[in-house]
Every structure is written in structure tokens, then in C-alpha cells.
């Protein structure tokens, strides 16, 4: 059984970071590709970020030069760290992974404000 657990979500100031974590467990996670997206109140669920089991990369324009991906194979994790934040940033950020199936976490609210 697939099972994704993200944490380090919270609330923080305008301007502030964050790095949330999600730990895979059931998988062999250098085999998928893992990602974090993010729905915020009253809109679609949109992709953050991806990190392919190559360790290709591709971010949303939104988030491009304050938000970065990495992961850790032998923890089976993958991290987005996340800087200069805005309150535009404020959603539930969900952990998904990737490869014949999609798995998703059940999110963690990140809270920007002023």
C-alpha cells in the first residue's frame, strides 16, 4: 500500500520560507517522479513543481527562482523549499508521485500573511 505523508507546512510572514517534506512509503520512489502541487481556495489544483526519477526538474512560471525540488532517494522523500513567499502562495500543497499510477498525499496548508 502506497502511502505519502507531507509535513512542514504552517503559517509565515510575507516574504518568509518554508520547506515541507513528504515521505513515501509502499514504493520505490527513484522509480516515480514526485511533485508537489497546491489548490487554493476556490481553485484548481495546479502543478508546484516535478522532480523526474532522472532528476529532471520543471517548475510553474509562479513559483520559478523562489521555490526548489530536490529528493532523496534512500529516504524516500522529496522536499520543496520554498522562499520569498507571497500571499499568493497560501494553498493546500499536496505530495504526488508518479509512474504507471498516480499517488497523491493528503496535503498541508501552507498560510502566508502579512
Known amino acids: 500500500q502506497v502511502q505519502l505523508v507531507e509535513s512542514g507546512g504552517g503559517l509565515v510572514q510575507i516574504g518568509g520560507s518554508l520547506r515541507l517534506s513528504c515521505v513515501a512509503s509502499g514504493i520505490i520512489s527513484s522509480l516515480y517522479a514526485m511533485g508537489w502541487y497546491r489548490q487554493a481556495p476556490e481553485k484548481q489544483r495546479e502543478l508546484v513543481a516535478m522532480i523526474h526519477s532522472n532528476g529532471y526538474t520543471n517548475y510553474a512560471d509562479s513559483v520559478k527562482g523562489r521555490f526548489t525540488i530536490s529528493r532523496d532517494n534512500a529516504k524516500n522523500t522529496v522536499y520543496l523549499q520554498m522562499n520569498s513567499l507571497k500571499a499568493e502562495d497560501t494553498a493546500v500543497y499536496y505530495c504526488?508521485?508518479?509512474?504507471?499510477?498516480?499517488?497523491w498525499g493528503k496535503g498541508t496548508l501552507v498560510t502566508v500573511s502579512s
Open positions: 504526488n508521485v508518479v509512474r504507471f499510477s498516480v499517488y
